[in-house]
């Protein structure tokens, strides 16, 4: 099967190359659509992809970047549970100041996820009732963690068809001890055991889908995702179904391909 895999010298031409694809893709769909629905996952993979995104931003012009920061609807992928509202490793803070905030998006457009746990069932139909008014995400904007999740799906409660669109979930060790990798937290005990997250059918319904790994302790989760069988023990090997794979880029840096036999074929 042949896929979609940009693979670069390092983690920052990676970004540049997504954020330019990315960019374009917007662009296009900026000269034919009303509203441009976007889910942005949060997390270090994505910081190159940001800088770029923000740098190729500032070439539109004031004309352009008013005109389709108008357009973008924008949702966070998940969120931490349990959190104070101001914590800085909030994903819905770090989007705000990092990327929302810095290319204009327009407030009223942005959907939040809630870290408290005790507006749950309000904010989840509130989000739930928001994406089904646009029924999918035109973008994607991902990564893939260590086990390999995407969004929060951890194995055992990924599903492929989960019927439903936001979900509770319960956070494996492994995808906690991501978060003190990537020094989001200073320990284990720091990260939450619970978060919320879009479920992987919205994800893998999205119209297109960009995926960004750098580093090199995502290279045994590059090799799962691409060379192993697809199956909802690897959430992300479901990039590859027949019905996804046509929609999604990779984006990955020598560094996290190292270990893929698939990955290596690109380079």
Do not use: C
């Not at 204009?104 to 069932?121: A, P």
């Not at 646009?134 to 995407?150: E, Q």
């Not at 720091?190 to 319904?205: G, H």
């Amino acid at each position: 099967m042949k896929y979609n895999i940009n693979i670069t010298e390092n983690e920052d031409l990676m970004g540049k190359n997504a954020a330019r694809a990315i960019l374009n893709e917007i662009i296009k769909l900026n000269k034919r659509k009303k509203e441009i629905v976007v889910l942005f996952a949060s997390a270090p993979s994505q910081h190159a992809t940001w800088k770029w995104l923000k740098m190729f931003w500032k070439k539109l012009g004031l004309r352009l970047q008013k005109e389709i920061a108008n357009k973008i609807v924008a949702f966070h992928m998940d969120e931490y549970l349990g959190l104070n509202k101001k914590s800085k490793q909030l994903f819905g803070n770090v989007l705000k100041k990092n990327l929302f905030a810095p290319l204009g998006f327009n407030k009223k457009n942005i959907f939040y996820f809630d870290s408290d746990v005790k507006n749950l069932k309000k904010n989840i139909k509130k989000i739930e009732d928001k994406y089904k008014k646009y029924s999918k995400f035109d973008i994607v904007l991902g990564g893939i963690g260590k086990l390999p999740h995407v969004a929060f799906n951890d194995p055992p409660e990924a599903k492929f068809n989960e019927k439903k669109i936001v979900k509770i979930v319960n956070l494996p060790e492994e995808s906690r001890i991501q978060q003190v990798i990537d020094k989001e937290f200073e320990k284990l005990e720091d990260v939450p055991k619970t978060a919320i997250t879009f479920s992987l059918k919205p994800i893998f319904d999205a119209r297109k889908i960009f995926i960004m790994i750098p580093r090199k302790f995502k290279a045994e989760s590059v090799r799962k995702m691409l060379d192993e069988k697809i199956s909802e023990k690897i959430p992300a090997s479901g990039l590859r179904m027949k019905n996804v794979v046509r929609k999604v880029s990779f984006f990955i840096d020598k560094d996290a391909a190292s270990l893929s036999k698939v990955a290596r074929k690109y380079f």
